[in-house]
């Protein structure tokens, strides 16, 4: 089986360096102590996540952190353990077996996945990976209700991260355009200098035209995705997820493609069933983009050394992306669907 090492490669905690009350809630809720501790390399996280196997054999996966690691990710696990609580038990999805949150740390204990990460250059493992993607998408249209309530609301306590909408990540992505009238070139690829304005106002419109009708993942990188060896796929990783597009999770799995013209017809297959939007498409390549390019330029955050690098490699696909589908494309490549 072809793989592809994930792009996104954070630093992880080993299992034996979590807290002891976090490894005493694991041994608690699979009845056995843990004996063997494997790290899984993939994702920006600087928590623990680890396949286990327990004393009686049993094996589970488990991811946990603290905000002296990161200040921002216990509220994303906080948020993913909610939205696992929720979800329906399906085969394309890992069971959550348990949480726990002391205030500081938080953990997850989940069904471990036995996949390994899948290439999406391979055909076969495009097309399988797509159709569960599809099918996820059609699944949670319309949002399931309790998930819906949860992103329509204020959250009850301050959260670092607001994990809410499509549309509220385009509005913070549109303020970074703005910040970069003042000095295009800084972030920005030459091509897209002249014609700044006339990018920044695309994007500014985006917010407003994006509908909210489907619970998406909204995360869907190789490293979130994982394929078994009898070939069926298995998404993971909820901490991003939020309301958006019946499409959106078809475009974001298409991002994995972006450097490629595969991408616009990975894109085309969308827009047939699932209605995504080309004009809307190009606009989020440029939003996410931009936004990256300006936050690449940040300070590394704590805990996520290799982020800064990542955002600009990821800008750079997406910003090429967008001028491709802007001067016409060309040659769109095979279908993920055939």
């Known amino acids: 089986m072809s793989r592809l090492a994930p792009r996104a490669v954070g630093v992880r905690m080993a299992y034996a360096s979590v807290p002891a009350a976090v490894r005493r809630w694991v041994d608690d809720c699979l ?5 063997q501790a494997r790290t899984q390399r993939g994702g920006m996280s600087p928590g623990c996540a680890a396949r286990l196997v327990a004393a009686d054999g049993r094996r589970a996966f488990v991811k946990a952190v603290g905000p002296e690691l990161n200040p921002q990710t ?43 990460h899948p290439d ?13 993607v599809a099918t996820q998408c059609d699944e949670l249209t319309p949002a399931p209700s309790e998930l819906a309530e949860l992103c329509s609301t204020e959250p009850a306590a301050p959260v670092s991260v607001d994990t809410r909408t499509v549309s509220a990540s385009t509005c913070r992505w549109s303020a970074a355009w703005q910040d970069m009238l003042v000095d295009p070139g800084l972030h920005l690829p030459a091509w897209a200098v002249p014609v700044v304005d006339e990018l920044a106002d695309r994007v500014a419109a985006l917010p407003g035209r994006l509908s909210l009708e489907t619970f998406c993942h909204w995360d869907l990188r190789n490293d979130n995705l994982l394929v078994r060896a009898d070939g069926s796929a298995v998404v993971v990783d909820w901490g991003m997820s939020r309301l958006g597009p019946r499409w959106g999770d078809l475009f974001v ?9 595969a991408f616009d017809r990975w894109i085309d297959q969308a ?17 996410l983009g931009g936004y990256l390019a300006v936050r690449s330029a940040d300070p590394p955050a704590p805990g996520l050394p290799s982020l800064p690098a990542f955002r600009r490699r990821e800008a750079d696909r997406f910003l090429a992306a967008a001028r491709r589908r ?8 095979a279908s993920p669907t055939r």
């Open 120 to 132: 999406l250059s391979d055909a076969a493992q495009a097309r399988v990976v797509w159709d569960i």
């Open 326 to 333: 802007l001067q016409g494309g060309g040659n769109l490549g």
């Open 253 to 261: 799995l298409a991002l994995e493609r972006a450097e490629t013209p």
């Open 271 to 287: 827009e047939r069933t699932h209605g995504a939007d080309q004009a809307q498409v190009t606009s989020l390549l440029l939003a």
């Open 31 to 35: 009845g056995s102590r843990v004996v």
């Open 74 to 116: 216990p509220d994303l696990f906080r948020h993913e353990a909610r939205v696992l609580s929720v979800l329906a038990a399906v085969p394309y999805r890992p069971g959550l077996l348990g949480t726990h949150d002391d205030g500081d740390w938080v953990g997850l204990l989940l069904e471990d996945v036995d996949g390994q």
